[in-house]
């Protein structure tokens, strides 16, 4: 399993590292979030405050990365300042490959540093370096100062001023384009003094069955370019959801009020790839190139006086710092998103903030006073930029509260009816069903992507479901998706890794789980996290649902919050009748 059993531990307080073999975990979770889970279980203090540092941080791949394609992502587990409880978050980029490659299955961070620092691993050495010089810079600027010209395949990860300053919705950026974005992964390392890590891997990975690897990799491959089951990242990326929601009425506009925009089409994926698109990026053994990079122009003298910047955008950017913002510029949008990545922001859960403090705005909950003269609208880009840097810098208690998520704006100034957070995460930009609101609520960690309700619904206006099919497709997709997370597969290539694929996969490098016992894993997994957050007094059951989820039509029409509970307590009966949790 080429070192997947060896676990890094980090102890920041203490400046020093060990490696121990947990052949037991490997055995048991296969890998990635099946054993994070674990190696998290193991060291949180249940009741804590997540900024607490013995609270531990955990990296971890999978036996598939490295070795297939589009298997490239990096799963981190650790406790959520948002939620209270706990948190995990997805990365593409180099990170998976380094880990690997640098002999290790996972890396678990625990203490606290006194000092500023960044962590430099090289295969078995770890260095503890000084961050001084790094701190104030963004996480593009910190990726230009650390990224070297070696040979061995290296990552920098790293946070911006948002996390250096630990706002709750703080991101880590992942060599430059990826990012663990949800759940304030940043303002943790934040809280930790750490402001990077650069990981250097220069081993290699050998499948037990290397004929057996070639012919089934030569078959995913040819899955992934010659089919369409991955063709929409390639061409267009995820900002083709903008039309085909705003098709069929599931588009969130001003702060969910609407679920269409009217300038759709003039901010779609396909209008700027004709005309913004510079290139388009991959992770390491991906042939796909998701990652879609538009060239911007920002004037910064007069006199034609220009700066070029390269800007990453997908749909759940383009919603959150557009649609729902009333923004019908797509330079605008651009523009937005890249002054939240230079800060370091989860660009999703910012937009909800903005998006309500709008509304707020307009309704005279707050008022000029509170918002130290920044007069919000929607549509005004310079208002939003403004908003964007007065938050992270803390200017003003409007401001600083803002840092710290809806949830505690709502506790402070009301207006939580209109607050887009479920159990303080902010609300993706799906507004199609029953199934994304219910799956987003007992997703392990509040992500659309855990169980997929928005496709769940889509499916329905086609052909409908009865109550009990609904539940138990959220139930089994995320218990799959365990598995891919567990491997660690990007979910834009799922409908390539299916079961039977996967198994074969697991074979080549030793595993011989058939596809009961993937599921059977997938579900235990979830019992795992459901288990940590129900001790810390996590019951989806108390979770406030914001009212206007009832009152805007979604693509099924106006949803009933008396049916939604039925469906909750259907989920809950269901999900659990055989367990002990």
């Known amino acids: 399993m080429d070192g997947l ?31 994070a889970v674990k190696l998290y279980s193991e060291g949180c203090k249940l009741g804590s405050d997540p900024m607490d540092p013995e609270n531990p941080v955990v990296f971890a791949v999978g036996p598939l990365n490295g070795l297939y394609p589009s298997i490239s992502k990096t799963v981190a587990v650790f406790k959520s300042p948002l939620t209270g409880t706990y948190g995990e978050s997805h990365a593409g980029g180099r990170l998976a490959m380094a880990v690997r490659m640098a002999g290790y299955g996972a890396i678990v961070l625990v203490g606290y540093s006194d000092k500023p620092i960044f962590i430099d691993i090289e295969n078995s050495e770890v260095r503890f370096r000084n961050a001084k010089p790094l701190l104030g810079l963004s996480s593009l600027e910190v990726e230009e100062r650390l990224r070297t010209s ?24 992942v060599d430059r384009y990826n990012y663990f974005g949800r759940l304030g992964l940043g303002a943790i390392l934040g809280s ?13 990975l050998k499948p037990i069955d290397p004929e057996g690897y070639r012919k089934l990799f030569e078959k995913l491959y040819k899955r992934i370019v010659e089919t369409d089951a991955m063709a929409k990242y390639h061409y267009t990326g995820t900002p083709a959801n903008i039309m085909v929601l705003n098709e069929i009425g599931a588009l969130p506009t001003r702060n969910f009020r609407e679920s269409r925009f009217e300038y759709a089409e003039d901010i779609s994926g396909e209008r700027i790839g004709e005309t913004l698109l510079e290139r388009k990026v991959s992770c390491p053994l991906c042939p796909i190139g998701c990652m879609h990079i538009a060239r911007l122009r920002l004037e910064f003298a007069k006199g034609y006086e220009y700066e070029p910047i390269d800007v990453y955008y997908n749909y759940e950017s383009m919603y959150a710092l557009g649609t729902n913002l009333c923004l019908k510029n797509p330079t605008d949008i651009l523009r937005l998103i890249y002054t939240a990545n230079l800060y370091g922001f989860d660009t999703m859960l910012l937009g909800n903030i903005l998006a309500w403090m709008t509304e707020a705005y307009e309704l005279g909950l707050i008022s000029d006073r509170d918002t130290n003269g920044l007069k919000l609208n929607w549509g005004d880009i310079d208002a939003y930029l403004d ?30 009816d209109y607050a887009m957070q479920i159990a303080g995460n902010g609300i993706p930009g ?6 994304s609101i219910l799956g987003f609520l007992v997703a392990s960690r509040h992500s659309h992507n855990s169980n997929a309700g928005y496709d769940i619904d889509q ?60 599921m059977e894993i997938g579900r235990e997994i979830y019992m795992d996290i459901y288990g940590l957050k129900s001790k810390e007094g996590f019951d989806p059951r108390r979770i406030y649902i914001p009212r206007r989820l009832f009152e805007t039509p979604s693509a099924t029409g106006v949803l009933s919050e008396e049916r939604f509970r039925k469906l909750l307590e259907l989920y809950m009966e269901r999900r659990f009748k055989s367990s002990s949790t």
Not at 460 to 482: C, G, M, Q
Not at 492 to 502: G, M
Request: with cysteine; hydrophobic share 40%; glycine share 10%.
């Open 5 to 35: 059993s060896r676990i890094l531990y980090i102890d920041l307080s203490e400046k020093k590292s060990w490696v121990e073999d947990r052949k037991d975990l490997i055995e048991d979770r296969i890998g990635g979030l099946g054993i």
């Open 150 to 173: 070696t040979r061995a395949v290296e990552s920098i990860v790293s946070i911006g001023l948002a996390g250096e300053r630990v706002c709750f919705y703080a991101s880590v950026n």
């Open 192 to 204: 930790r003094n750490l402001k990077a890590l650069r990981i250097r891997g220069s081993g290699s």
């Open 387 to 416: 908003a964007v840097k007065r938050i992270a810098y803390g200017e003003g208690d409007l401001y600083i509260y803002a840092a710290q998520g809806l949830k505690q704006l709502t506790d402070i100034y009301g207006g939580r």
């Open 430 to 435: 799906y507004h199609t069903g029953y199934a």
């Open 459 to 518: 499916q329905a206006l086609k052909k409908s479901f009865t109550d009990e099919e609904l539940v138990d497709r959220i139930a089994a997709e995320e218990d799959w998706r365990n598995i891919l997370v567990s491997l660690v597969a990007c979910m834009f290539s799922r409908r390539v890794y299916t079961p039977d694929l996967v198994v074969e996969a697991l074979r080549t490098v030793g595993f011989g789980y058939g596809v009961d016992e993937l």
